[in-house]
């Protein structure tokens, strides 16, 4: 979410992120697609554990109606499209808070996410996704926006509920550069989160900072017609995901120079993580 993205007011989205566990417990065996599994089978995927409502077999955890969260879990092998190597691959210089972790940690608040459709789909989604968080943080080397004299007009005082944290508190932060009040507050109604109060949270905790991102990539518009996670599993492409972050200021020729420079790091990643970028890769 660019400086420019945030211009637009976004409305809430309606996911709702699952609830954390107190104590998390260990980790089941990692899901198998191949495995049939019965009623009340459990396996752990992204970092959670899931138990089968019913008989299931190549049914995703968290992508599916058959599974039933059971809460987060420890000592489990991480079983994400991008593995740890990779991640670090495609963000050599990124700034220590971004952690693998973290990202795996946020999974859960949007269970569909890179979760969704054949394992090439999946891919190729987790692959937009980091796309545009190395754009919008220049490779994750950047936690908060950098021209603080821009922070004061990220507060839009027309909404009912203001600005309690204070006109400059709701700046660019996190992969996408979340920024906005009425941003902090659908994402923190939605996930669980006071982030209007605590605006903070998201340059503290790298979850809620990846968590903030999927938000908005699973539930938000933006200037386009669907939201990225829809664009990407429907077929639409990566092109398409562009249109809902930035619309006509970079696609229908607004800055084809950009839009070059996003398919070119798409195609990047999808070579480090060794799937076809596919169709449709501008806007």
């Not at 420019?4 to 996911?15: D, H, W």
């Not at 019913?54 to 593995?83: K, R």
């Not at 670090?88 to 946020?106: C, K, V």
Request: some cysteine.
């Amino acid at each position: 979410m660019s400086a420019v993205v945030a211009t637009a007011a976004f409305l809430p989205g309606a996911a709702t992120a699952a609830p954390a566990a107190a104590d998390s417990a260990s980790c089941a065996p990692l899901w198998d697609s191949s495995t049939a599994y019965k009623a009340g089978g459990t396996v752990s995927h992204h970092g959670r554990n899931w138990t089968a409502k019913w008989w299931t077999q190549n049914e995703n955890p968290g992508a599916t109606t058959v599974w039933a969260d059971a809460g987060a879990c420890t000592g489990g092998v991480s079983d994400f499209v991008i593995s740890e190597a990779e991640f670090d691959e495609i963000f050599p210089e990124r700034d220590a808070f971004y952690t693998y972790q973290g990202l795996i940690d946020a999974l859960h608040a949007y269970p569909r996410f890179a979760n969704t459709g054949t394992e090439e789909t999946r891919s190729r989604e987790a692959a937009a996704f980091l796309t545009h968080a190395d754009f919008e943080s220049v490779g994750l080397r950047y936690v908060k926006e950098i021209n603080e004299a821009n922070y004061w007009i990220k507060c839009d005082y027309s909404q009912p509920f203001g600005c309690p944290a204070g006109q400059s508190a709701y700046y660019g932060r996190g992969p996408i550069m979340f920024s906005w009040n009425f941003n902090y507050k659908a994402a923190g109604d939605a996930l669980g989160l006071d982030l209007l109060n605590d605006p903070w949270l998201v340059e503290r905790d790298p979850s809620v900072a990846w968590q903030t991102a999927l938000w908005y990539w699973n539930t938000q518009n933006g200037p386009g017609t669907m939201t990225s996670h829809d664009a990407m599993v429907g077929g639409a492409g990566f092109g398409e995901t562009i249109r809902s972050l930035n619309g006509s200021l970079e696609c229908n020729g607004g800055n084809p120079g950009s839009v070059r420079a996003r398919a070119a790091k798409y195609e990047h990643i999808t070579e480090v993580i060794g799937v076809d970028p596919g169709s449709h890769l501008t806007c």
